[in-house]
C-alpha cells in the first residue's frame, strides 16, 4: 500500500467517527494517477442533503490536511444537482 494511501486513509479514520454518530460512513474506492481520491458514501451520507458541504468541508479538508498533493476528493455515488 502507497504511502499516499495510508495518508488519505488515516485522514478518513479522523473523520469517519463523526460521519458515524449520524449513521453514515465513507470509503476509499482508487487514488487515480492524478491524484484524485475517489470516495464512496454510505449509509446516511449517501442521501443527506448536506453531503456536498460534508465532502468539501470535511473529508476533503481532512484528506488534504494530511495529503496536500491530492488535486481533488470526490464521491462517486453523490448525485449533483
Known amino acids: 500500500m502507497s504511502d499516499l ?3 488519505v486513509e488515516r485522514a478518513l479514520e479522523q473523520i469517519r467517527p463523526y460521519l ?3 449513521g453514515g ?3 476509499l474506492v482508487e487514488i487515480t494517477d492524478d491524484n484524485i481520491v475517489k470516495l464512496e458514501l ?3 451520507c449517501k442521501s443527506c442533503s448536506m453531503s456536498m458541504m ?3 468541508a470535511g473529508i476533503e479538508d481532512s484528506i488534504k490536511r ?3 498533493e491530492v488535486t481533488d476528493v470526490v464521491a462517486i455515488n453523490l448525485e449533483t444537482v
Open 5 to 7: 494511501v495510508l495518508r
Open 20 to 22: 458515524q454518530t449520524d
Open 25 to 27: 460512513n465513507v470509503v
Open 42 to 44: 454510505q449509509g446516511a
Open 54 to 56: 460534508t465532502m468539501k
Open 66 to 68: 494530511i495529503a496536500p
